[in-house]
């Protein structure tokens, strides 16, 4: 301290910082930041739903949309949110900005109101794909059908989720209900079955609304009456979210077969209460599904009394290229079938134009279930004769097939279908939904005889189809340039900037890659199939390669495959609907991405129009707010402590929360590298140690003169100045989180990761600036450093001096690799800015660095 600073007038003494409490603000920091991260990658799963339901596949209502762009925009918010905790004076006008979007979307969506949508109960002739919200995917598709198949199903009626909301509003239902939910912990199973044996039995206890009653009756009377008879009714469950593609909800709701009209209300309330079993929380738990989601309608269908029943699957659940009809069959009814209680008939059915019995094995049916029509109950009774005889001729079983397929084809998804032949031979649908296809990792490819061997199989349908041409693998942005039209792209990474070239792709293959990333987005609104998460790819398959790509078959056939390109397309249900064409006008302000480029002065919260412009200028400015900390550097220097290391800088790190094991003493100042937990900070400094550092480069008389003028012209250069390249080389950790900020030789570097299991969440960012050469020699040495990162699947940008290189999406094993690379640059990037000029001084570094990164890919 100088004699000036003890002076009265001199420099006024610094106030101590507590450690703890500036810890505190940068854990603080840290985790407004993660949550944001967070909301970004829910957002992107949202907006990835939100495509998919727009190509019309799958049947859904107003309640799915409303409900999905309500996801969609709390997680904007969200992000809003911790993006003004990081900055509350930065970012406040995106409140506002905000609202207008959500207010423009609330029009496309909640004006609507179609003629059925308040009705307590529904014919079920009169039901179809845009009533889905009120009578649940099972009814609907059951009565889409009848209605555009022209298939005998049972005369009936559907009780609307309107009715089950009245009836859950009475007296609070609903909200005692959610109270004893709220309460249970989902871990403790005695705990879950106590709450759900409560909650099913408060609502048996509670009377239907009048009206709901009364809608009912005259329902179940002119049922009666059309038919000329008092009816028994089969009352069967249909769930919003009950039947849709990946969660079935197979078995876990009541249906109670045989019903008279002195037992149909209990019956119906037995049936809504059935969302509350144990098996039925438990899989809404397990699928992530909330269950203000799950409203129930419940179908009321005429009891068929059938010669033979049972289930038909359109396509093999385990094989999606075997398009055998599999047919399960008994006497009497299906509900033997259903529920595994005797051996089954068993049909293989070979599809148009051949259809014929493939193969047939007979089951011993020692008993079938019936439904007794005078005394209102269901029996099984044993068979004698029959038990052994087939339930169906071959003549039936091709035509349940031809039924079979010709549901696929309608809805354009492999169907389970449930189904009846009454004893005049007449075909009768009870229920259809879409094949549950199990994934179980094994090949199936040789399993069909009309198609070969694939060269390589496996991955996961990113954007559904059939595409073949040449292979034309991408390693780094120069490839680009010779992409050849038709050609099918070969990835390390589904990297978004790769998606400029769809319009000229037949097919994507990537050996990483989610579904919610842009490049998958991007390949389902262009029609292209992808795969992805083919392992080995790019070794396995070689440029100029004619290939064909079944991505919905997980596979990849040398040459073109006929059978598989003449496949018929999918229907798009949906398509020209009412709720639709709604979902379509909400996506106009939500999909869209105006905000493109970071560095344009057009990068701020008044050109937001979307909320994808939204996410895109909350990340972006998140990682800006946590690079430059947005912090002093008091409060840096009191909360961090020094790393003891076997080299000549110093490190200090910042702990955010389990970043340094229990081991390390929180009260001491220094922190040795084996307490240290963070898995990106471990995996970085891994790759500095990696090679030792060898000095300077040998440079000749321009490179020095170069270093030695810019040292006397820049003054960030002089060590001796308070400049930021004087600053501390922090690490600022977390178990999954690191930020680096170093000074380096004469450059300035800084490296972001996070890294965990969740895939989706994984980034690595950095970022490199100055040097002691000259302008040119610096803005060499980053193109340099930048085309190596590219061949390495980052994407690059650079501004004169500065680089910035980001990378994510991949699975922990390989974000450490590139982490370790990151580090290894740091390290041995230092004064290259002085032979940047002496062109063979170059290549030998860039072959020794590519060298040496073959180290890390054994780790």
Same mark, same amino acid.
């Given at each position: ?16 910082i ?37 190509r ?14 309500t ?15 990081l ?10 900005i ?12 909640e004006?609507?109101?179609y ?15 845009d ?6 995917p ?5 009565g ?10 049972p ?14 509003a ?26 759900? +044996?409560?909650?099913?039995?408060l609502?048996?206890?509670? $009377?239907? *609304?009048?009206?709901? /009653? #009364?809608?009912?009756?005259? @329902? ?36 109670i ?18 969302k ?14 909330r ?17 033979a ?29 259903v529920?595994? +209680? ?8 070979? $599809?148009? *134009?051949?259809?014929? /019995? #493939?193969?047939?094995?007979? @089951? ?49 998804t ?10 005049n ?19 199936h ?48 990474q589904?990297?978004p ?9 037949? @097919?994507?293959i ?40 079944d ?12 059978s ?9 249900l ?6 639709q ?12 991405l105006?905000?493109t ?70 009260n ?35 490179g ?8 006397t ?16 080389n ?105 032979i940047?000029?002496n ?21």
């Amino acid at each position: 301290m100088s004699l000036f600073d003890w002076l009265p007038f001199g420099r006024k003494k610094k106030e101590r910082i507590d450690p703890e409490q500036a810890r505190q603000l940068l854990t603080n920091r840290y985790n407004h930041f993660r949550r944001l991260i967070q909301a970004n990658t829910s957002t992107h799963e949202y907006v990835s739903e939100l495509e998919e339901a727009l190509r019309g596949f799958s049947p859904y209502g107003m309640h799915y949309v409303r409900a999905l762009c309500t996801r969609i925009s709390v997680s904007t918010f969200q992000m809003i949110k911790h993006l003004n905790e990081l900055n509350p004076e930065g970012y406040t006008k995106l409140f506002a900005i905000f609202n207008e979007i959500q207010d423009r979307i609330a029009a496309e969506i909640e004006p609507i109101h179609y003629s059925w949508e308040g009705d307590l109960v529904l014919n079920l002739e009169n039901v179809g794909r845009d009533q889905a919200d009120l009578c649940g995917p099972k009814m609907a598709m059951l009565g889409e059908a009848g209605r555009s198949l022209g298939l005998k199903i049972p005369s009936g009626f559907v009780v609307s989720t309107a009715s089950f909301h009245k009836f859950m509003a009475q007296d609070g239902l609903q909200a005692e209900i959610d109270r004893r939910i709220q309460a249970t912990d989902f871990k403790n199973r005695e705990e879950v079955f106590q709450v759900s +044996s409560s909650v099913m039995s408060l609502i048996l206890k509670a $009377p239907l *609304p009048v009206e709901v /009653v #009364q809608a009912i009756y005259n @329902a179940y009377d002119k049922l009666s009456e059309e038919l000329g008879e008092s009816v028994n009714i089969a009352v069967r469950s249909s769930a919003l979210g009950e039947d849709r593609e990946g969660a079935t909800f197979a078995g876990q709701y009541r249906s109670i077969l045989n019903v008279e009209r002195s037992s149909l209300l209990e019956a119906i309330k037995e049936v809504i209460a059935s969302k509350y079993s144990l098996q039925a929380m438990a899989y809404r738990n397990n699928r992530g599904l909330r269950d203000e989601d799950v409203a129930m309608s419940v179908g009321c269908i005429k009891m068929i009394d059938p010669v033979a029943s049972g289930v038909a699957y359109s396509r093999n659940p385990v094989n999606i290229r075997d398009g055998n009809i599999t047919i399960y069959s008994v006497w009497g009814l299906p509900k033997a079938v259903v529920d595994g +209680s005797t051996e089954t008939d068993e049909y293989v059915v070979s $599809p148009a *134009p051949l259809s014929e /019995v #493939q193969e047939r094995r007979i @089951a011993d049916k020692k008993n079938k279930f019936i439904c007794d029509a005078g005394e209102g109950v269901c029996r099984t009774v044993e068979l004698d004769e029959s038990r052994k005889s087939p339930s169906l001729t071959e003549e039936q079983a091709v035509m349940v097939a031809g039924v079979a397929s010709k549901i696929e084809d309608h809805f354009g998804t492999p169907q389970d279908i449930e189904w009846a032949v009454t004893e005049n031979g007449e075909f009768c649908l009870l229920q259809c939904r879409p094949l549950m296809l199990i994934e179980d990792g094994l090949d199936h490819s040789g399993e069909n005889p009309d198609l070969p061997i694939p060269i390589i199989s496996g991955g996961r349908t990113a954007s559904p189809g059939v595409g073949v041409g040449p292979i034309y693998p991408i390693r780094k942005t120069a490839d680009k340039l010779s992409f050849p039209d038709g050609g099918v792209m070969v990835l390390k990474q589904a990297l978004p900037s790769r998606a400029a070239l769809l319009d000229r792709c037949s @097919a994507v293959i990537t050996e990483q890659g989610g579904m919610a990333g842009h490049l998958a987005n991007v390949a389902r609104e262009f029609g292209v199939p992808a795969l992805f998460g083919v392992k080995g790819a790019l070794d396995k398959l070689q440029e100029g390669q004619i290939v064909t790509v079944d991505a919905d078959g997980h596979a990849v056939y040398s040459g073109p495959v006929e059978s598989l390109l003449t496949e018929k397309p999918r229907k798009r249900l949906m398509k020209g609907s009412l709720v639709q064409t709604a979902l379509r006008k909400a996506a106009r302000h939500i999909v869209r991405l105006n905000l493109t480029d970071p560095d344009s002065p057009d990068f701020r919260p008044s050109k937001c129009k979307t909320y994808h412009d939204i996410m895109r200028f909350c990340h972006e400015m998140a990682v800006r707010e946590m690079f430059g900390f947005g912090i002093s550097d008091e409060h840096l220097m009191a909360a961090s402590r020094q790393l003891i290391c076997n080299v000549p800088k110093q490190f200090w790190i910042l702990d955010l929360g389990n970043g340094v094991s229990e081991e390390g003493d929180i009260n001491l100042r220094c922190v040795f590298m084996e307490h240290v937990r963070s898995i990106p900070m471990r995996a970085l400094w891994a790759g500095m140690q990696a090679v030792p550092w060898e000095g300077p480069p040998a440079i000749h008389g321009k490179g020095l003169m170069s270093v030695m003028f810019e040292a006397t012209m820049n003054p960030n250069l002089n060590m001796t100045s308070r400049s930021r390249y004087a600053q501390k080389n922090y690490f600022m950790i977390s178990e999954n989180y690191c930020c680096l900020q170093s000074r380096f030789g004469f450059h300035f570097c800084s490296v972001e990761s996070l890294v965990g299991e969740r895939t989706s969440e994984n980034y690595a960012s950095f970022q490199f600036k100055g040097g002691a050469a000259n302008p040119e020699r610096k803005i060499l040495r980053a193109k340099f450093i930048g085309s190596i990162l590219e061949e390495l699947d980052f994407r690059i940008r650079i501004r004169e001096d500065s680089l910035t290189a980001r990378l994510e999406g991949l699975i922990q094993e390989d974000m450490e690799y590139h982490l370790k690379v990151l580090g290894y640059m740091i390290t041995h990037t230092r004064q290259l800015d002085m032979i940047m000029t002496n062109p063979a001084s170059v290549e030998k570094y860039r072959q020794k660095f590519l060298n040496d990164f073959k180290m890390f890919e054994s780790d």
